[in-house]
């Protein structure tokens, strides 16, 4: 069975400053990560995937997380934040061709202060 | 908007009862999976649906089923409600492997 773990729950940080979200994974098998935002009071929204290819993904708002595949990592980065950018992120993962349930992290919450 | 619906927005019932939450997914997605967050558990996967049939279980508990319509339609039923049930249930729908869309979820209190 797949496991996430999301190694910060809680990430300050300036607004325009970077930021890097981390989360690693483990799998017996192959898998299809995913980066989620939730908002307060609204559902999950997904904000990149990485399925096979490049391991460098593009997602929306300006986000982008690389897979490496011998850290079984995928950060989520951005180089500039925004006030708007808080929110709670998660961090998930499906077995391909195993139902592709998935298996979420613990979540990091993104606090952009001005 | 990510087109999955989920009614009601908001239920508050008591220990004991039995509530019903409805999905309707994406038009054309034939794949429902419910999840519940909570403040203990996180995010965890309950059950799937293809096509009527269901084709995965997760962490849902005997007290709970769910069933897909022809319609494509879902419903999570819950009994003999507890107060750790509380909890926010999330539908997603999806047309492939590689993707799911989640609907703004149904916020169940338990009192």
């Known amino acids: 069975a797949q496991s996430v773990t999301q190694l910060d729950s809680q990430v300050p940080v300036f607004e325009e400053a970077p930021v890097e979200l981390r989360c690693n994974y483990s799998?017996?098998?192959?898998?299809?990560l995913f980066w989620y935002v939730q908002y307060p009071n609204q559902g999950l929204q997904l904000l990149l995937k990485?399925?096979?290819?490049?391991?460098l993904v593009k997602g929306i708002n300006g986000f982008e997380a690389e897979f490496n595949k011998s850290q079984t990592s995928f950060h989520l980065r951005k180089p500039s934040v925004h006030i708007s950018d808080t929110a709670e992120y998660f961090c998930?993962?499906?077995?391909?061709?195993?139902?592709?349930?998935?298996?979420f992290g613990g979540g990091t919450r993104l606090m952009v202060k001005p | 908007d990510s087109g999955v619906t989920q009614t009601p927005k908001h239920l508050i019932t008591a220990t004991g009862q039995r509530v019903t939450l409805r999905c309707s997914p994406r038009?054309?997605?034939?794949?429902v999976y419910w999840y519940q967050q909570s403040l203990d558990q996180g995010l965890q996967f309950l059950i799937q649906?293809?096509?009527?049939?269901?084709?995965a279980k997760g962490n849902i508990l005997e007290r709970f089923s769910a069933q897909q319509f022809p319609d494509l339609h879902s419903e999570l039923n819950l009994s003999s409600l507890e107060l750790g049930d509380s909890a926010l249930y999330f539908c997603?729908?999806?047309?492939?492997?590689?993707?799911?869309?989640f609907g703004p979820g149904t916020r169940l209190t338990v009192l």
């Open positions: 997603a729908s999806s047309p492939s492997a590689a993707e799911q869309f």
């Open positions: 799998s017996s098998v192959s898998v299809y």
């Open positions: 990485y399925l096979s290819g490049s391991t």
């Open positions: 998930a993962v499906s077995e391909q061709n195993a139902g592709n349930m998935l298996t």
């Open positions: 038009s054309g997605d034939l794949s």
């Open positions: 649906y293809y096509n009527g049939e269901e084709r």
